[in-house]
């Protein structure tokens, strides 16, 4: 392949402090693309089913696709991975910002960060190399702080910083990675990982040439994506970010409301995109490459956060932190918010927790004398404000909830596990799948426990509207039924899942950015073209598709090798037997089985043990224990 | 020194780069920001950002990629009949122009 790599990967060992710069091995480009897929298979090869998350062995991987820093649309995105230690398992996420563009630039396809430091250290990254610094004057200083303060000390403004904040050094298990700031990847505790290595953050600036195999054909490849995703999504984005979503959950009666106990919300104009445009917004950015500008800048003009400025809102600021809490002074949540980035919180599971603990506090299984004096009704702005804090810095009541839901449940006992809404260790999100039952199958088969984003199953408003990002007849096509598009019928809702997740395996693997990947435009017929062009590679949509197949089933072996059995691929009970007690899905559950058992089907995974069949493990050329073949 | 003058719109840039990646493409067949005659600066606390041009955009003829690629329509070619129209308007600049040594 003679373009889109620049065929350089950084191994570097914290313990004895080297680097060492090789190239990338074109069966891997061909086999697993970069990103998410090197992810899976480095940590496969590299660290022992055995090993736990803060084991020095673990390793931790920034990594860019063939087409990120190019003119690809969305192309910016960095893919962070690791054995995660709220889960136990692997976890990988995308990030956008710049890092992604400028490692590239840098002369960089990845990082791979093996051992521990001795102290706290930083790695600097320019085009002239790799340099292991010391970062104790950065250690306890959060996310902004270290970011600014770095690009201060080498004065150096177009540094790009991923680090952690305060959480990830003091272990929280919900913790995330942060990039630029606000951007962030690592769900299941990523930034406990980097924290446990001793290694506070990660700046690079580069600003070399990453080479184009055959720049005419891919300027036009790449136009064709571009065009359809400014007539599709720009204008959405330019007006609502991807905020704007929230009321598509409301109106089908989906939004995680005080915990999953109702699924609208009653105070929805308080914290919805109208509100915020109005009273908040003052301008818009976008991550490089992309021309679909969710990114928004907002000021707090009075009150008690008078003169706050912050970036980057997101339907899950809303829901989360707001629904999800019974939250809806959006001064607090835009703080709550921007101090989670700060702290390097992940700002689902954080949430998630604090709700889960006002629910366990209603129900009377915690008290005031548990929460160290603070009354954990719904929407209390200051209380959620303060959790956050002391869940960052490990103190007080933050001791417990830094740990996330399933340790607190299983500590609390008295029926708290009845509130505790998490798949495989890992929080779910704000859209509640009694509503909207894809996403409840996504839940229970996504490889890293309950997110969203493996399946990103966002269809089931799409089909007759004008939300989803996908159209009807291409989902009539992938699911082979046109029941796909009801919302509360199961029929074709595993073959879509299984054909959506792979879809995002390799679109987490190329460098493009979920708005893509989630979307008509990455279709494996959507991205050939582009890909080819950029790398010289000779992809077909099968064989592209093939990949993204390759990765779920490695993920998958990883995940039983590590004690997952397909006992675990299931939701919360509240989602399963517990009927929403009002609004447009009032007396709905999740009918999860029949999803499962379809997805089970179509994936060749077995229903006793889980592994994927022989034929199919031959078919994407694996075999039982994971390794590549023929 | 061409006739027109490219000019962009004030508060409408995201910093995307998309324009910087279509001229390196144009130009050299590589995505990159040294071989790109236009250039966006970011303030890196405040995420608002604006297109500068290297001088030698304004002898180099190009199929214009910069304005194509622009979803929020930045960027806009204007000939001199017009530019004091624009001016006016106090919504539209011209693109500053720097130089600095490039391979040609």
């Keep these: ?172 298990l919900i913790t995330t990675i942060m990039v630029d700031r606000v951007r962030a990847a690592g769900r299941g505790g990523l930034g406990a990982v980097m924290g446990n290595k001793n290694l506070k953050a990660v700046a690079v600036f580069g600003n070399g040439n990453i080479p184009i195999h055959a720049p005419n054909p891919f300027w036009i490849a790449c136009e064709v994506i571009r065009k359809k995703a400014v007539e599709q999504f720009y204008k959405k984005r330019w007006d609502n970010g991807t905020y704007g979503n929230l009321i598509r959950y409301q109106g089908v009666g989906a939004l995680t409301s ?27 950015r976008a991550c490089m490459n992309c021309p679909m500008s969710c990114w928004t800048i907002y000021s707090i003009q009075s009150g008690d956060y008078k003169g706050f400025f912050g970036e980057q809102i997101t339907a899950t600021t809303f829901k989360e932190t707001g629904a999800r809490c019974g939250l809806y002074e959006m001064d607090a949540i835009l703080k709550a918010h921007s101090d989670m980035n700060r702290f390097g919180l992940d700002t689902i599971s954080t949430p998630s927790v604090i709700a889960f603990a006002m629910e366990c506090y209603e ?3 915690i008290t005031r004398q548990d929460t160290g004096g603070l009354e954990l009704t719904w929407g209390n702005g200051r209380a959620v404000i303060s959790l956050i804090e002391q869940i960052a810095n490990n103190t007080g009541f933050g001791i417990q909830l830094g740990r996330g839901v399933r340790i607190c449940a299983q500590e609390w006992g008295n029926q708290a596990v009845k509130y505790a809404l998490h798949v495989k260790g890992l929080e779910t999100v704000g859209t509640d799948p009694r509503g909207q039952p894809s996403w409840g199958l996504g839940y229970a088969t996504s490889s890293r426990g309950a997110c969203h984003m493996r399946a990103y199953a966002n269809y089931e408003s799409g089909i007759g509207g004008v939300h989803g990002a996908m159209q009807d007849e291409t989902m009539i096509h992938i699911s082979g039924t046109t029941e796909i ?47 080819n062009s950029a790398t010289g590679s000779q992809y077909d949509p099968d064989s592209l598709y093939r990949v993204g197949e390759r990765i779920s089933n490695l993920e998958r072996i990883s995940n039983l090798q590590r004690g997952i059995t397909p006992a675990d691929d299931t939701l919360p009970e509240r989602y399963l037997s517990e009927p929403i007690p009002e609004g447009p899905a ?41 390794n590549d073949i023929g | 020194m061409k006739e027109n003058v490219l000019f962009y719109q ?42 500068m041009i290297e001088q030698n955009c304004m002898w ?19 000939k001199q009949k017009d530019w004091g129209k624009l001016l006016k308007t106090n919504k539209w600049n011209p693109v500053p122009v720097f130089s600095k040594e490039i391979q040609q």
Excluded at chain 1, 497 to 515: H, P, Q, R, T, W
């Design chain 1, 258 to 284: 005080y915990n999953s106990r109702a699924t609208t919300f009653d105070h929805i104009d308080k914290i919805c995109a109208d509100h915020y445009n109005k009273n908040y917004r003052i301008g818009r």
């Design chain 2, 10 to 51: 004030l508060n409408r840039c995201t910093g995307c780069q998309l324009c910087v990646m279509a001229c390196s493409l144009n130009r050299k067949g590589v995505c990159g920001e040294n071989e790109s005659l236009i250039q966006i600066l970011t303030h890196p606390l405040l995420g608002t950002s604006q297109p």
């Design chain 1, 363 to 365: 129900e009377g299984i």
């Design chain 1, 1 to 172: 392949m003679s373009g889109g790599y620049i065929n350089k990967v950084a191994w570097i060992d914290l313990t004895s402090n080297k680097v060492n710069i090789l190239p990338i091995d074109n069966a891997l480009k061909e086999r697993y693309l970069g990103g998410r897929g090197f992810i899976t298979r480095w940590l496969m090869d590299m660290v022992p089913a055995n090993n736990s998350a803060f084991d020095p062995e673990n390793i931790l991987i920034f990594a860019t696709g063939p087409l990120t820093g190019t003119n690809a649309p969305t192309s910016s995105r960095i893919e962070i991975g690791a054995i995660a230690p709220e889960t136990g398992i692997i976890s990988s996420g995308s990030a956008g910002g710049n890092f992604g563009t400028k490692l590239k630039r840098a002369g960089l396809d990845a990082l791979v960060i093996q051992g521990r430091s001795e102290k706290p250290v930083y790695l600097y990254i320019t085009n002239t190399g790799i340099e292991i610094r010391d970062a104790a004057r950065y250690w306890g200083k959060d996310v902004y702080e270290t970011d600014i303060s770095i690009k201060n000390d080498n004065r150096e403004s177009r540094l790009s910083v991923a680090c952690i904040g305060q959480a990830g050094e003091n272990g929280v």
């Design chain 1, 586 to 626: 009032k007396g709905k559950v999740c009918d999860l089985e029949p999803m499962l058992k379809e997805y089970y089907e179509i994936r060749d995974w077995s229903w006793e043990d889980g592994y994927p069949s022989p034929e199919k493990l031959k078919e994407v050329k694996l075999d039982r224990v994971g």
């Design chain 1, 485 to 531: 598009g009801e919302r509360f019928s199961t029929t074709g809702k595993g073959k879509a899942g299984v054909f959506l997740e792979d879809m995002n395996a390799f679109g987490d693997s190329l460098g493009i950015c979920k708005l893509m990947s989630r979307a008509e435009l990455g279709l494996p017929e959507s991205l050939v073209d582009v890909l």
């Design chain 2, 60 to 78: 180099e003829d190009c199929d214009q990629r910069c304005i194509e690629v622009c979803a929020p329509g930045v960027l806009v070619m204007v």
